[in-house]
């Protein structure tokens, strides 16, 4: 007995109490929406609600809005949704999901900006073939750093683009990757994570005002012409 040691324990840390019929029938604890915005939130955090709206204001501060966005689907469900559960994640205080999407995100963009670019190799279209010639393999299973470097190269993006990137995959991989990177910075780092990957987004979408209307990027109008419904219309520009 006198070499015993003692750890503390998290009982049942992955458990929603009341979800299953086991814990139910255990606890007699019924599940509730505040009892289901307990388990949301990760262990420790307030999930009262005037924490969940100073979360949100805290994350709602990025310099570039995105107002507007094309109702195509895949840019739906690669770009937007996921931004939104970016910020959701961070109302909630799931630091870790904010940065993990605004990295699935900021890869997205990198695809999207290279999708709709329509890049030439002497004087025609470059195809999947080219790009696997040029690069070691298609532009979308190229890691994120060279899909960056890469783009910087053809002129796609300008430094601050690249810097938003950089930055993204920089603090994600600190997290995602080290398993001696403390959290200590969490919420900061989760916030400057959204906030590149909304200017990232804004960037592909364009949302030019010229004279009071707004104008998409010509090229992903064109992206849009090409994968449209041929049923729905696809908005040149909104005003």
């Known amino acids: 007995m006198a070499d015993e040691k003692m750890a503390r324990c998290q009982l049942n840390p992955l458990a929603f109490p009341g979800a ?18 307990r388990f949301l939130c990760p262990a420790g955090e307030d999930a009262g609600i005037e ?6 204001r805290d994350i709602n501060t990025e310099p570039v809005r ?5 109702a195509e689907q895949r840019i739906l469900d690669k770009l937007i949704w996921p931004l939104r559960n970016a910020k959701a994640c961070f109302m909630g205080g799931n630091y870790l999901g904010t940065i993990s999407l605004s990295g699935m995100v900021a890869e997205m963009v990198a695809m999207l900006l290279w999708e709709i670019m329509d890049s030439q190799i002497n004087g025609r279209p470059m195809t999947k ?3 696997n010639l040029l690069f070691g393999s ?3 299973k190229l890691g994120q750093e060279r899909r960056v470097k890469v783009l910087s190269a053809y002129g796609i993006i300008g430094d601050k683009t690249r810097s938003d990137f950089d930055k993204i995959r920089q603090i994600r991989n600190q997290y995602l990757h080290l398993w001696s990177h403390d959290h200590d910075r969490l919420p900061t780092d989760g916030v400057q994570s959204f906030h590149a990957a909304v200017s990232l987004v804004v960037t592909a979408i364009g949302q030019d005002v010229q004279e009071g209307v707004l104008v998409l990027n010509p090229r992903l109008v064109r992206y849009l012409e090409r994968h449209q419904n041929p049923a729905d ?3 040149r520009q909104h005003g």
């Open 20 to 37: 299953d019929d086991a814990a139910a029938s255990s606890t007699n604890e019924k599940p509730t929406l505040e009892s289901a915005l």
């Open 66 to 70: 995105l107002f507007i966005a094309p």
């Open 233 to 235: 219309g696809v908005p």
């Open 129 to 131: 073939n080219d790009e």
């Open 138 to 140: 298609k532009f979308e």
């Open 51 to 56: 924490k969940l709206l100073a979360r949100y």
